[in-house]
């Protein structure tokens, strides 16, 4: 492996890891430049696994047999004197914030070519949409739910946490680069898609999410908004039905990352 031993942070190579913002990883002038960090074996394996493009690892000396095994032909199509190993002491890593977290292990990584919605939704018969889901916390597990529970795809508003966003991705566990997904400009793509949609909300046309009713479409979109304040009226007015999940001793919501766990697992079924 092309390994690098370091003593400090400052080198240039390193800015994604310690200086950039995740705004500067996005690079939203030049998108194709974008990268994004990636954290633990794990998540690093599935992102490998699914064709995303490695930059640099950074890492402690006792994880590079773990790198060498991330790099061999069976996970990425690199070859590991492509990819350099940024390693040194614990105590210099350590003033990453947030690298306790990672596990022993970070990878800067290009960021996927972004997908249509068509393209993404092609063959789907059930899929969600975020609307202004904000926190990566819940971006990651409702990717996690999604992928588990069998969506075919996800959509989010541009107004959404990025899904690549570093602690989106290890709550995520991985799923973000296992289920297509893609931005929704707005909501009139689904229509032509031919997809029925269906919002997760309190309102007086609301249904009981295990209501037959939400079961005859052939393709339907799980709409599901912000904390807190959930979906405007506007997004409201376009859907064309309303569901609820019954709640009990005085509870009127879920999280909506729990809420999304629900529907899918119901409306999956």
């Not at 402690?60 to 940024?86: G, I, M, N, R």
């Not at 990651?140 to 795809?153: E, H, M, S, T």
């Not at 709640?247 to 999304?260: F, H, I, K, Q, T």
């Amino acid at each position: 492996m092309k390994i690098i031993h370091i003593d400090s942070l400052e080198i240039p190579e390193l800015a994604p890891y310690a200086r950039l913002t995740e705004g500067q990883l996005l690079n939203r002038l030049h998108p194709e430049e974008g990268l994004f960090i990636c954290e633990s074996e794990k998540v690093i394996r599935v992102a490998l696994e699914h064709g995303v493009e490695p930059v640099s690892f950074l890492c402690e000396e006792k994880f590079l047999s773990q790198v060498e095994a991330l790099l061999s032909p069976s996970t990425s199509h690199l070859t590991p004197c492509q990819v350099p190993v940024y390693t040194g002491e614990r105590s210099v890593l350590a003033s990453l914030t947030g690298y306790e977290l990672s596990r022993g292990m970070l990878c800067a990584m290009r960021r996927p070519k972004q997908l249509s919605v068509g393209a993404v939704c092609e063959g789907a018969r059930r899929v969600a949409v975020m609307d202004s889901v904000v926190n990566s916390t819940n971006t990651g597990a409702i990717f996690r739910a999604a992928a588990a529970l069998g969506v075919d795809a996800l959509l989010l508003t541009r107004t959404c946490c990025d899904p690549l966003n570093r602690r989106a991705c290890r709550v995520s566990m991985g799923t973000v680069f296992q289920i297509p997904w893609t931005w929704l400009d707005h909501y009139g793509q689904l229509k032509e898609l031919g997809f029925k949609t269906v919002a997760l909300a309190l309102t007086d046309r609301s249904v009981s999410i295990d209501d037959p009713v939400l079961k005859t479409p052939e393709k339907l979109a799980i709409i599901m908004g912000t904390e807190g304040d959930g979906l405007s009226d506007s997004v409201l007015q376009q859907c064309d039905y309303v569901a609820k999940i019954p709640m009990y001793r005085g509870v009127d919501s879920l999280n909506v990352a729990a809420a999304a766990s629900v529907a899918f697992y119901e409306l999956l079924k």
